[in-house]
């Protein structure tokens, strides 16, 4: 849940998905006689007029360039001849996602520019799909329509930090990770788009989205020193040998007090969790940190116990456990609570004012 699920290979992966999701070769930059040009800025008539310049060239690698209108409408400029460079791939979801994000961060107010490249202190290159500008402060939005994995994606992101540049990622893969809470979102910011270019966690079409983003409407929960909703799931066991009850935790819920559909999930066997709540002296009740090998000890008298008779180790929002018990408390997490529950279950992203008091 609360771990980095990406960390394994996706070379396979990447190559499954480009097969099945052929790409058409959508750049929204050229040059001519040393000017850039942007095709979505140009009018309708001044960008026909650029068809047979021999002079226009791709910004990505000087390769000469051609101007085309995707099926619906975008115009674009492709690579006059296939070659090896690295963004003749780029769909037409990426081109239009392109040019919605520079519309809108422009609409709010930024400085805003497609396809712009850039080079750390050290000499590392990178290259921004859009990167919005206002005052001091620079966010680069990436749509990342392919297979990546978590190690690429970090060092992607790295580049961006040392350039003093804050990434924000727009993922088409990876739907079933990012919906769950992240342990390194506040490090590197990654979102789930649809192909409709939604972003169904927030319920917001792209254009809102940018405006919430750079306007700075959004924020990770759990937040430091932000209330939150504790629901803990737990199964009852009594000791034979000492009589005292206690709970083995299947899950934890950690929520948003006015909003419960915002939540991380800690699964019971995530070491510590019984020890976590036990020292926030939420419960009357003993938790024990669902065992691993199926074995534990009571906390009273140190007795070995089975726990085999128990049901499932991990939460499962839409399943009922009759023999278990809940209990929730609105409490105040610690700088120190709140640091575990992010290594534990990660966060996720939602709107500031519901976590302002």
């Known amino acids: 849940m609360g771990g980095e699920p990406w960390l394994e290979?996706?070379?396979?992966?990447?190559?499954?998905?480009?097969?099945r999701h052929e790409a058409l070769p959508v750049p929204l930059t050229a040059r001519l006689n040393g000017t850039r040009l942007i095709s979505v800025d140009l009018a309708p008539e001044a960008f026909e007029a650029l068809r047979g310049e021999a002079g226009l060239q791709m910004t990505c690698c000087d390769a000469g360039?051609?101007?085309?209108?995707?099926?619906?409408?975008?115009?674009?400029?492709?690579?006059?001849?296939?070659?090896?460079?690295?963004?003749?791939?780029?769909?037409?979801l990426h081109a239009h996602a392109k040019a919605e994000l520079l519309h809108a961060a422009r609409e709010a107010g930024w400085a805003a520019d497609v396809e712009v490249r850039g080079r750390t202190p050290d000499g590392q290159t990178w290259r921004a799909d859009v990167l919005c500008e206002r005052g001091r402060t620079r966010i680069a939005?990436?749509?990342?329509?392919?297979?990546?994995?978590?190690?690429?994606?970090?060092?992607?992101?790295?580049?961006?930090?040392?350039?003093?540049?804050?990434?924000?990622?727009?993922?088409?893969?990876?739907?079933?990770?990012?919906?769950?809470?992240?342990?390194?979102?506040?490090?590197?910011?990654?979102?789930?788009?649809?192909?409709?270019r939604t972003l169904p966690s927030l319920g917001l079409a792209l254009p809102e989205f940018v405006h919430a983003a750079l306007g700075g409407h959004l924020a990770l929960f759990p937040a430091p020193e932000a209330p939150?909703?504790?629901?803990?799931?737990?199964?009852?066991?009594?000791?034979?040998?000492?009589?005292?009850?206690?709970?083995?935790?299947?899950?934890?819920?950690?929520?948003v007090p006015e909003a419960l559909e915002v939540q991380v999930v800690i699964p019971g066997n995530r070491e510590g969790v019984g020890e976590w709540l036990n020292e926030g002296q939420w419960w009357p009740t003993r938790c024990v940190t669902w065992p691993a090998g199926g074995v534990y000890r009571c906390p009273t008298c140190q007795m070995l116990r089975s726990a085999t008779r128990f049901q499932p180790k991990w939460f499962q929002a839409d399943r009922?456990?009759?023999?278990?018990?809940?209990?929730?408390?609105?409490?105040?997490?610690?700088a120190a609570q709140h640091d575990w529950v992010v290594q534990a279950a990660g966060q996720v992203w939602t709107y500031r004012s519901l976590l302002d008091p």
């Open 141 to 196: 939005f990436e749509v990342q329509r392919s297979g990546i994995t978590l190690q690429d994606l970090h060092a992607r992101q790295a580049t961006y930090r040392a350039s003093g540049v804050r990434g924000l990622w727009l993922m088409r893969t990876r739907e079933r990770d990012l919906r769950r809470g992240q342990p390194w979102q506040a490090d590197t910011p990654a979102l789930f788009m649809t192909e409709q």
């Open 320 to 334: 009922s456990y009759p023999s278990s018990t809940i209990g929730r408390r609105d409490v105040q997490l610690t």
């Open 228 to 255: 939150v909703d504790l629901e803990v799931q737990q199964e009852p066991g009594r000791c034979y040998r000492c009589g005292q009850t206690h709970h083995l935790v299947r899950a934890v819920r950690v929520r």
């Open 65 to 92: 360039a051609r101007v085309k209108r995707s099926v619906r409408g975008l115009p674009f400029f492709a690579h006059a001849a296939r070659g090896a460079c690295e963004y003749a791939g780029e769909s037409e």
């Open 9 to 19: 290979d996706d070379t396979a992966h990447a190559a499954r998905y480009a097969q």
